[in-house]
């Protein structure tokens, strides 16, 4: 009587996963005053907003997305990115009327299997970058928006200090529209 | 096969079908050039008629039949485009050569198979020595299907097209084949009308090409110029396939190359046959920008924002160029009317019907949108 042979093999797949995204923008700074003194009135601005100075660049770190204003060349960046294991087990069964033809069945099999792990793990991979690119999208409008309230106040300080260069300033009102639009109105003699 | 029954019963059903724009059915034979034992009076006389009628019925279907208001010096009048008074002699001139490029996408089209030696199965090839490869390709380059197809080539690329009606005659058999056919398009950019229409072949287009496509602009063409933009739009839909990213970007640039080349074009010359199509050809831009807005989203949503903005900004930066038309526009408002140059007047009446500030406006939007600049 013949006997069958039952061979279990196992491998196990794994990727080191980079994962992230950069987004830049450029800031459109209009030279209201001369450049170096409306680059220092945006650093001020973006200070007062929780950014950290290194040289030319300002940092926000925030639920793991950075943001990077270089004030050499007005590029704004909104960054993230990690690194993660992922790892999977492929596993396969051979059978055979003696070891090594169950062996070789198993071996057959374990290939497909680990082929079939690893397009699971790459798709596992796109998905979690499609998180990352979700979740920096989702920082970046938020992003914009502070930048573009921080250029707003950079404008604003800039009228101020170019209507008191062109005479005596009598009166300044501000007021923001139902719409959300922004008007300045400063009066001054000269 | 007798050649004159050959060229009676099946190259001019094949030259009807490919002007039309319709399938050709199955080639029994090929034909040589300019040899009057095949190509009898008869034969000649019913291709030119129908070289004729397939042509001027391709630029009336465009847009001969519209009625547009066009400059005249101080006032503005309605007039087909294909009035004589509008444009002058409109007379196009034909040569031989539009008779050999029918013949010559016949015989190509009856040597799409060669029945000398067919190529192997992929599993046949797969399963072959490099050897037993070599000497195949050395047999195949041998044979004389092989060196037929090749001299059929050859002539296509040597075509001159110097008459106007020869330009368009190809532009037109060039456009039916490619559409129902795979054909090999190079051979077919001698003619700067399809290096030009047909962007996502002629991708990097050579200095000669740039060169041959703007005295093409300018000259014999130019009163055609309208015929010509009319058709851009269409083309992009009229792609049988290849409308991935690569054939979006391909097609922005060329755009951008085309309208900087007609813009150079009309400050050469002060002619109202180019002005005025490229100020029609700026204000379509605002209706297609959201249609291509979303394809260009269907293609790219998929990649990572760090790739998606490099192709956004090259498209803003492929909109730059037709911007200087409203830019030409507000300078010749501001100068006065005495003082106003020929163009000057063309541009301004030619933009008459358009609300120039409102495209102008909606443009720029749409070009910060995509340079996703802040401020």
Known sequence: MSQSYHCQLQESVTVHASFGDTVTHSLNLTEILPREEMIALLRQQLLALGFTEDGSQLTLTSAGTTTTVDLDTLEATVSRSSKKKLSATATATGRGYSHSNAQRSAEAELSAAVQRTREQLSAEQQRLQREETAAVEHTDAEVKEVLHRALQQVYTESLKRKASQLGDVRSIRESTSASGEYELIIEIEQ | ?375
């Open chain 2, 1 to 375: 096969m007798n050649p004159q029954h050959l060229a009676v019963k099946h190259l001019l059903p094949f030259c009807r079908a490919t002007l039309l724009g319709r399938a050709a059915g199955p080639s029994v034979g090929q034909l040589p050039l300019r040899e009057p034992s095949a190509m009898t009076a008869e034969v000649v006389a019913a291709m030119e008629d129908m070289i004729n009628k397939a042509v001027m019925g391709w630029l009336i279907r465009g847009i001969g039949w519209r009625r547009m208001s066009l400059p005249d010096e101080d006032e503005t009048f309605t007039a087909r485009i294909w009035d004589e008074s509008v444009w002058g002699d409109l007379t196009l001139r034909f040569t031989a050569e539009s008779i050999d490029t029918l013949l010559l996408a016949w015989n190509r089209h009856a040597d799409g198979t060669p029945s000398g030696s067919p190529h192997p199965s992929s599993s046949q090839w797969r399963k072959m020595s490099a050897v037993e490869r070599r000497g195949w390709k050395e047999t195949a380059q041998k044979s004389e299907a092989v060196r037929r197809s090749l001299k059929i080539d050859a002539q296509l690329a040597a075509l001159s097209l110097s008459a106007p009606g020869d330009l368009l005659l190809h532009h037109l058999v060039f456009r039916s084949l490619y559409r129902r056919q795979s054909v090999k398009a190079e051979l077919w950019m001698n003619n700067p009308l399809n290096a030009m229409a047909f962007y996502p072949l002629g991708a990097s287009r050579t200095p000669e090409q740039c060169q041959s496509i703007a005295a093409l602009l300018s000259g014999p063409l130019a009163p055609l110029m309208p015929w010509i933009s009319a058709e851009w739009p269409a083309l992009w839909r009229a792609l049988p396939n290849a409308k991935n990213l690569d054939a979006f970007r391909q097609h922005q640039v060329s755009q951008a190359a085309v309208f900087t080349t007609w813009i150079t074009a009309c400050t050469q010359q002060a002619s109202e046959h180019l002005l005025l199509p490229l100020v029609r050809a700026y204000a379509d831009q605002r209706s297609k920008l959201s249609a291509r807005r979303s394809q260009l989203t269907r293609l790219t949503s998929h990649l990572p924002l760090r790739r998606r903005q490099p192709i956004h900004r090259q498209w803003a930066a492929a909109l730059a160029p037709i911007q200087a038309i409203y830019r030409c526009h507000q300078e010749a408002r501001r100068s006065h009317p005495i003082e106003r140059e020929g163009t000057e007047q063309i541009l301004l009446s030619g933009a008459a019907p358009f609300d120039l500030p409102v495209l102008h406006r909606d443009l720029s939007a749409a070009v910060e949108q995509l340079n996703d600049s802040i401020g």
